[in-house]
């Protein structure tokens, strides 16, 4: 059973603050992985996506891959309030067939 | 990215009836799927919808249940039938831009969130 996990929080951050979120898979195969963000009653948004170990910055917004490890992480700089939401954490196992972890309540207090 | 389309965009029905979902694409693409977010969960991925053939369902999903229709590149069809409360969840649309080394991304619509009582 390929599984992808997550911690769900929620994850209390302060404004300005660095939030990190993190998650780790089962497959080693895994060749994808993809940060959406899911604001209440919303659908999933993609956020960032990741193919290479290393990090891929974008805005605010680092991507941090390790496939040895079976880890992905996703760092959000100078947290906003408008950045509390769920957070998922993706891998694609078959051409857009991704698995999803249970996904990581932030909280961004003022 | 993609532009995607659902309708309803929710719906509240009675147990025991069907309701289908109609999803557009502002362009064409090859793959889409559908995944359902029950309350609280995360997603599950439902069953890929083939164009001009019969729908792909993953394990604990069946075409009786969840028929799916995929008449051309850019629309596709979910209906849940015979509903019960345990079908109330969000039904989302989902398309896969491919590109060069499997390196595309999922995009999703707006959902449909249904209630059944």
């Known amino acids: 059973q390929k599984e992808v996990e997550q911690n769900s929080g929620p994850l209390s951050v302060p404004e300005g603050a660095i939030a990190s979120l993190n998650c780790t898979y089962s497959d080693r195969g895994s060749q994808s992985f993809f940060w959406y963000r899911q604001y209440s009653g919303k659908s999933p948004e993609l956020i960032m996506s990741?193919?290479?170990?290393g990090d891929k910055e974008d805005g605010r917004f680092t991507a941090q891959l390790n496939k040895a490890s079976q880890y992905v992480s996703l760092l959000i700089r100078d947290s906003q309030p408008s950045d509390s939401a769920t957070y998922l954490c993706?891998?694609?196992?078959?051409?857009?067939?991704?698995?999803f972890g249970a996904g990581t309540q932030v909280v961004v207090t003022p | 990215s993609a532009v995607i389309s659902q309708k309803p965009s929710r719906d509240i029905c009675q147990r025991g009836t069907s309701l289908t979902i109609q999803c557009q694409v502002d362009s064409q693409v090859t793959m889409m799927f559908w995944y359902r977010q029950q309350p609280g969960q995360s997603l599950t991925l439902i069953a890929t919808a083939n164009q001009g053939s019969e729908a792909t369902y993953e394990s604990g999903f069946v075409i009786d249940k969840f028929p799916i229709s995929r008449p051309n590149l850019t629309f596709s069809t979910l209906t849940v039938s015979n509903m019960s409360p345990e079908d109330s969840s969000i039904y989302l649309c989902?398309?896969?831009?491919?590109?060069?080394?499997?390196?595309?991304?999922?995009?999703f619509g707006e959902g449909s969130r249904l209630t059944v009582l």
């Open positions: 993706a891998v694609n196992n078959s051409w857009g067939k991704l698995q």
């Open positions: 989902s398309v896969y831009r491919d590109s060069a080394g499997n390196t595309g991304e999922l995009f």
């Open positions: 990741i193919y290479s170990n």
